[in-house]
């Protein structure tokens, strides 16, 4: 990558975190979304407990460490690029973008990482102090575990944003993607473990969903974090979570070339 590329993303992304701070009403909402959600969490969590000291290996004290880190991860998994894509298709511009000097998608990676960066001080901050107080301060099981839990976060970051990626490029095609992306949002979060821990569900579904990306966004992340595994899950884990990351980025690659070839020859 050229050094005059890498200046323009700085660019972009130091635009787009500046932009990010303007847009306070949203954030307020955000974070009471994330409060309610997480004192929802809370008292049901408290509840399936009762007085029961485990239930399925873990107690309802790790139980509220992962609904509040739980919501601190689904802050750093925000994305954007599948309705940048698709706002580029339908306006019209996309050729016009990928004919810049910067390649698009990296324009948008560069989005996404500066909307993250700036939820972490408008969103993740206030959602940790408003969690340690409704459920308590989410300790990791251990030094090790925070940070292997850090390493398999980092790699979910990218399998999320591959995926959002290779997903928007179905624009190409489809042209709408609105319905579209509700359902792939709330698919995963409903798959990922990120509301309710996969060991929860039937055998047989859990033993599929382990072999597909969703898992590996939050419920990986989440059991290292509250020390729900052995050596073996953990390295079986993050193997698949590697292999995810690079089918994916593989997969995104090829469609690139794809709907590069198709705009150039079509002109959008």
Do not use: C
Not at 47 to 73: C, E, N, P, R
Not at 182 to 203: A, E, M, N, T, Y
Not at 216 to 229: A, D, E, R
């Amino acid at each position: 990558m050229k050094k005059t590329n890498i200046q323009a993303y700085i660019q972009v992304y130091r635009t787009r975190l500046i932009r990010s701070f303007h847009y306070k009403f949203e954030v307020y909402g955000n974070v009471l979304m994330q409060a309610i959600i997480m004192l929802a969490g809370t008292f049901f969590w408290r509840a399936l407990f009762g007085s029961a000291t485990k239930v399925q290996g873990v107690t309802v004290d790790m139980m509220l460490t992962y609904t509040v880190v739980s919501s601190m991860i689904s802050i750093l998994l925000t994305t954007n690029v599948e309705r940048r894509i698709t706002q580029s298709v339908m306006k019209g511009t996309i050729a016009i973008d990928m004919m810049r000097p910067i390649n698009i998608f990296g324009t948008f990676l560069a989005e996404d990482l500066a909307g993250v960066t700036g939820l972490i001080f408008q969103n993740l901050i206030p959602v940790f102090v408003i969690g340690s107080l409704v459920a308590g301060l989410p300790k990791p099981a251990s030094l090790a575990s925070f940070w292997w839990f850090l390493l398999s976060l980092f790699m979910g970051f990218w399998i999320n944003w591959l995926l959002a990626a290779v997903f928007g490029m179905i624009a190409f095609w489809a042209i709408d993607m609105d319905a579209l992306i509700q359902v792939k949002k709330h698919l995963i979060r409903l798959l990922s473990g990120s509301i309710i821990p996969l060991w929860f569900f039937p055998d047989w579904l859990r033993s599929v969903l382990e072999y597909l990306p969703f898992a590996y966004l939050y419920q990986l992340p989440l059991n290292i974090y509250i020390g729900k595994y052995t050596t073996e899950t953990l390295v079986k884990g993050l193997e698949v979570q590697l292999l995810w990351f690079v089918l994916l980025a593989v997969l995104f690659l090829f469609l690139q070339k794809r709907v590069t070839g198709k705009v150039m020859v079509q002109g959008g």
